[in-house]
């Protein structure tokens, strides 16, 4: 009998080196395993929880509120585009070897996820690169894209390793939005307009317009919404629930093949974006956490799980539109080959493989503490894959 149809009683009983095998969830079901069998401290691990939701910010519940007063004192013209969604309780999860060690809060709620989001649209250019739509990520996105977004000599040069990497420096307007004017720098309005060109590759600047051009480059690519293609190439396959949705702009429509389509956010800023459950996030972690293979299949491919985790010269804790652990910086106590997606609020998905470990945190801003905590409860920690 397999260990993923044990009854929960028999489970208990396998020693603690079975207990690590792993384990893909089945739709609908989740199995848990005792905090001792998957190497923790049952203690130490809910201090860590305790911890995580001491820290938990929830309030003010309307996000709507909450992103205009965020932005739109320094950001000309700002407006939210896409929808919004209030915010509830924290929730989160620990899971190790497949299982869930611990969870909390209403896991199964859908929320907003802010720039969780980019991580998700990294993958999707995985896909298309599979497949073979885009011949290599070091191609200049101008050669797949007839349109006058990559016109000219600045942006002509833009390859898809620079979208991915948020260091194209890509100078327009998307969605009646301006690059500058998206988190502008300097002190000076006057000048935002007029703000100095970079060399693509040269530096790095988060910035939802350009992150936005990749979602609407990748929709040219692959030519069909990229939801659909997120739901038929990977949440359908791992097990996800039918209630996450991925929103663009009240203006991100374009017209494809004589269909109208909304071109998806890479995040919140704006509005829309990803909204899914920490559930569904899980699962997402964890075919992460497996290199792109769920239960046996292949669902990505694995050279891009090296490709994605190259820092990025211009900045070295980021790679493809997810978060390095380089020189151990960000997170001091965590492996350096930790990963993690990021959004604003406090949402999280970080991924060990070294301590085959994932963490999922919603309205938890503290992520190094909380992986400092979790780290604590174990009994066999490592901060290195070798030895």
């Known amino acids: 009998m397999p260990t993923a149809a044990l009854p929960a009683f028999l489970l208990l009983l396998l020693p603690a080196a079975h207990a690590h095998a792993q384990y893909f969830p089945a739709p609908h079901i989740w199995e848990h395993v005792e905090a001792e069998l998957a190497g923790f401290d049952s203690v130490s691990l809910q201090h860590a929880v305790s911890f995580a939701r001491s820290g938990a910010e929830t309030e003010p519940a309307d996000l709507h509120q909450v992103i205009h ?22 929730s989160g999860v620990v899971v190790r070897g497949g299982r869930i060690v611990a969870e909390w809060g209403d896991v199964d709620r859908t929320d907003m996820t802010f720039s969780v989001a980019k991580s998700y649209l990294s993958m999707i250019a995985a896909i298309a690169i599979r497949d073979g739509l885009i011949r290599s990520a070091d191609d200049r996105a101008a050669a797949y894209i007839p349109d006058p977004l990559f016109d000219g000599e600045h942006n002509g040069v833009i390859t898809w390793h620079h979208l991915l990497q948020q260091t194209s420096d ?86 494809l093949d004589g269909l109208k389509i909304q071109s998806v956010s890479g995040g919140g800023h704006f509005g829309g974006g990803l909204v899914i459950s920490t559930r569904d996030h899980a699962r997402f972690g964890l075919l992460m956490l497996n290199r792109g293979e769920w239960a046996g299949e292949r669902l990505l491919p694995a050279s891009w799980f090296e490709r994605m985790r190259e820092p990025s010269a211009a900045q070295p804790d980021y790679g493809y539109l997810w978060w390095l652990n380089t020189g151990r910086k960000r997170i001091p106590a965590a492996p350096e080959s930790a990963y993690w997606a990021a959004g604003f609020g406090g949402n999280y998905i970080y991924i060990d493989e070294c301590n085959d470990l994932l963490i999922v945190l919603r309205w938890i801003p503290d992520l190094p503490g909380v992986v400092e905590q979790v780290m604590r409860s174990m009994n066999d920690p490592r901060t290195s894959c070798s030895g």
């Open 69 to 90: 007063d965020a932005f739109a004192p320094r950001e000309p013209d700002f407006r939210i585009l896409g929808p919004t969604k209030n915010r509830a309780g924290d």
């Open 170 to 255: 890509w100078s327009g307007e998307l969605w009646d939005i301006h690059d500058w004017a998206d988190r502008p720098e300097g002190d000076d309005p006057e000048q935002w307009p007029r703000r100095r060109l970079y060399e693509p590759g040269t530096r790095f600047k988060y910035n939802d317009v350009r992150v936005n051009l990749l979602a609407l480059g990748l929709l040219q690519v692959l030519r069909e919404p990229l939801p659909q293609v997120l739901l038929r190439e990977i949440m359908r396959p791992i097990g996800a629930s039918s209630t996450w949705r991925w929103y663009g702009y009240e203006n991100s429509w374009v017209e």
